[in-house]
Nanobody, 126 residues
Framework: QVQLVESGGGSVQVGGSPRLSCAHSRWSYPYYCMAWFRQSPGKEREGIAAIDSDGRTTYADAVMGRFTITKDKAANVLYLQMNNLKPEDTGMYFC?????????????????????WGQGTQVTVS
């Protein structure tokens, strides 16, 4: 059973730089991809950053150059460093994992690929 628990959200000022964390249960899958999604008020859930088991990263245009996704394999924690936050970054941020298979780059930000989700952490930028 894969479990994901996000933390690090809260109220942040415009221009702030918080870091989100996603602690996950240990697994033995050699291939996987993990990602951060967000759902802003009135919008659909969107993939914003992903990292696969080989360390390859993918970013949505909206966060490119401002957000960085990393993974501490030893500690089983996924991070999202967010810089220069804007009001439009407000939303619920979800951690997701798709395990057991290699994923093509154009799929990494697609929600349908991920079969494990955290409960989310709210980020409010004002």
């Amino acid at each position: 059973q894969v479990q994901l628990v996000e933390s690090g959200g809260g109220s942040v000022q415009v221009g702030g730089s918080p870091r989100l964390s996603c602690a996950h249960s240990r697994w033995s899958y050699p291939y996987y991809c993990m990602a951060w999604f967000r759902q802003s008020p009135g919008k659909e859930r969107e993939g914003i950053a992903a990292i696969d088991s080989d360390g390859r990263t993918t970013y949505a245009d909206a966060v490119m150059g401002r957000f960085t996704i990393t993974k501490d394999k030893a500690a089983n924690v996924l991070y999202l460093q967010m810089n220069n936050l804007k009001p439009e970054d407000t939303g619920m941020y979800f951690c997701a994992a798709g395990v057991g298979t290699v994923v093509a780059a154009h799929i990494r930000l697609q929600a349908f690929f991920y079969n494990h989700w955290g409960q989310g952490t709210q980020v409010t930028v004002s």
